[in-house]
């Protein structure tokens, strides 16, 4: 069943029924966010309009998945854990019903990244957070070269993301939500450099990436704390 909700998900243009699903989705969880977290958007306009990108936010709640979803109404695609896909059936069913992706974490998943390019190369955003799992404290973590990599090959920007709030709205371990304001912050894309040919010339162009990328997520991530502080 889940095979053929990624197939559709995966295609160029996914049917009717399934954007529906995650329009629906998206709508009853963003509210949420914009009722119980009071979540302030900023930055909708940075947002590509068409075609595909990634979208890089920084990493401190289970919530940051669906305060992302309030920066467009674009359906986006999501990597996830896989043991989150292991937990029970109708749960795998909902999140490959919505688009997500499963990824072996701690490991080389060569199934996700190809499934990564099917998805940028069908012109879909996808989001992937470079900060691996979520982190705590107000300093951006080292990132994963994931994001890049994927930018510099498949010739994509990056959407850098800065959230505030989220870590205290639903801190790592806790089931509560608490309703503590929210802001989410999306900086200008990144234009990846153009490279030759080879994982040599590749290389270095993915390092400054990631170097810029964690800047800017950092710059967002204290701008985002800052207004719901203010």
Same mark, same amino acid.
């Given at each position: 069943?889940?095979?053929? !909700?990624?197939?559709?998900?995966?295609?160029?243009?996914?049917?009717?029924?399934?954007?529906?699903?995650?329009?629906?989705?998206?709508?009853?969880?963003?509210?949420?966010?914009?009722?119980?977290?009071?979540?302030?958007?900023?930055?909708? +306009?940075?947002?590509?309009?068409?075609?595909?990108?990634?979208?890089?936010?920084?990493?401190?709640?289970?919530? +940051?998945?669906?305060?992302?979803?309030?920066?467009?109404?674009?359906?986006?695609?999501?990597?996830?854990?896989?043991?989150?896909? $292991?937990?029970?059936?109708?749960?795998?069913?909902?999140?490959?019903?919505?688009?997500?992706?499963?990824?072996?974490?701690?490991?080389?998943?060569? /199934?996700?990244?190809?499934?990564?390019?099917?998805? !940028?190369?069908?012109?879909?955003?996808?989001?992937?957070?470079?900060?691996?799992?979520?982190?705590?404290?107000?300093?951006?973590?080292?990132?994963?070269?994931?994001?890049?990599?994927?930018? &510099?090959?498949?010739?994509?920007?990056?959407?850098?993301?800065?959230?505030?709030?989220? /870590?205290?709205?639903?801190? $790592?371990?806790?089931?509560?939500?608490?309703?503590?304001? &929210?802001?989410?912050?999306?900086?200008?894309?990144?234009?990846?450099?153009?490279?030759? /040919?080879?994982?040599?010339?590749?290389?270095?162009?993915?390092?400054? !990436?990631?170097?810029?990328?964690?800047?800017?997520?950092?710059?967002?991530?204290?701008?985002?704390?800052?207004?719901?502080?203010?």
């Amino acid at each position: 069943m889940t095979d053929r !909700l990624e197939a559709a998900w995966d295609s160029p243009k996914p049917s009717l029924p399934t954007r529906a699903f995650y329009a629906a989705g998206r709508a009853l969880l963003v509210g949420f966010c914009r009722i119980w977290l009071r979540l302030v958007v900023v930055g909708r +306009d940075k947002i590509p309009a068409r075609g595909p990108f990634i979208m890089a936010p920084v990493h401190r709640s289970n919530l +940051d998945t669906p305060i992302v979803a309030a920066l467009t109404r674009r359906p986006l695609r999501y990597l996830g854990k896989d043991s989150l896909w $292991k937990a029970n059936r109708p749960v795998a069913w909902v999140l490959s019903a919505l688009g997500g992706v499963p990824v072996a974490r701690g490991s080389a998943d060569r /199934e996700a990244l190809r499934r990564c390019m099917r998805i !940028l190369r069908a012109g879909q955003p996808l989001v992937l957070f470079p900060e691996g799992t979520r982190q705590q404290g107000q300093s951006v973590e080292p990132l994963f070269d994931g994001p890049a990599y994927l930018a &510099v090959k498949e010739g994509v920007p990056i959407v850098p993301v800065g959230i505030g709030g989220s /870590e205290g709205a639903q801190q $790592k371990g806790r089931k509560f939500i608490r309703p503590v304001k &929210v802001c989410v912050i999306a900086g200008d894309p990144i234009l990846p450099p153009k490279v030759g /040919e080879g994982r040599a010339a590749a290389r270095p162009a993915v390092k400054a !990436l990631t170097e810029q990328l964690h800047i800017e997520i950092q710059k967002l991530f204290d701008e985002a704390r800052a207004r719901i502080d203010g």
